[in-house]
């Protein structure tokens, strides 16, 4: 096994029984600290027809798939593009990651115009998905004592105060964390183990650690730059843009895909 992602990650996501708008790696691999027995995390954008949405028999929503390829557990998860959409709009951070992944397996043209739109639905708001996230994290570190959850924790906030210091998206722990001297040690030994335990001295560190960026992400969401409302031309931009690609399926019944 590698922690490379595996050159038939785009087949497995095209598997799922509709065609799709894109599919990215998430997770640990997106992340930066992959194991050599980490899940394969695939997140994607699907396309229903007209029909499926609007007659009496509507199609799904979220598709998901799971199973094992060639030894690497396999979480396939698809959203339609109309809910995909609204969680875009929703100052959700997770689906922001996944549609801004530079980890891309299946790309079309409004792959792209999702992400040139990317950039005015981001706010200050994106920041209460962080808090949360890495509240959850620590709390799942808390109870364990793994490093897995501390890796998240960390990543979640660094991310957080990356995105409202510049606006910008980062998602690799091991670029976002050069303050943190022992976070490649740590990064390392994740490699090693999915579920390992933490390093011997890392628990003092992270226990003043974690308050101090939780605290750097507070005081980065009230000073940024960032707005308090999404763009209302990127607004109106993304629902055209659902709008035309539902009805572009009604004439062709064909997504292009490279």
Known sequence: MTTEVPSWAGEAARALPRPLLFATVSGAHLYGFASVDSDLDLRAAHLLSPGEVVGLRTGPQTLQHTGVRDGVELDVVSHDLLKFAKLLNSRNGYVLEQL????VVVTTAVHAELMSLAPGLITRHHAHHYLGFAAGQEKLYAKTGQLK??????????????LMRTGRLETDLGVLATRL??????????REAEHGPLPTGAAQRLATDV??????????????????????EAVNALHDLVVRTRLGAMADGVVPQS
């Open 149 to 162: 959850p501390a890796l998240y924790t960390l990543r979640v906030l660094l991310t957080g105060i990356h």
């Open 211 to 232: 308050p101090r960026l939780r605290a750097e992400l507070e005081a980065a969401r009230d000073a940024s730059a960032l707005p308090d409302r999404a763009d209302p």
């Open 100 to 103: 801004l992944s530079p980890l």
């Open 181 to 190: 001297a022992y976070v490649p040690d740590l990064i390392a030994a994740k």
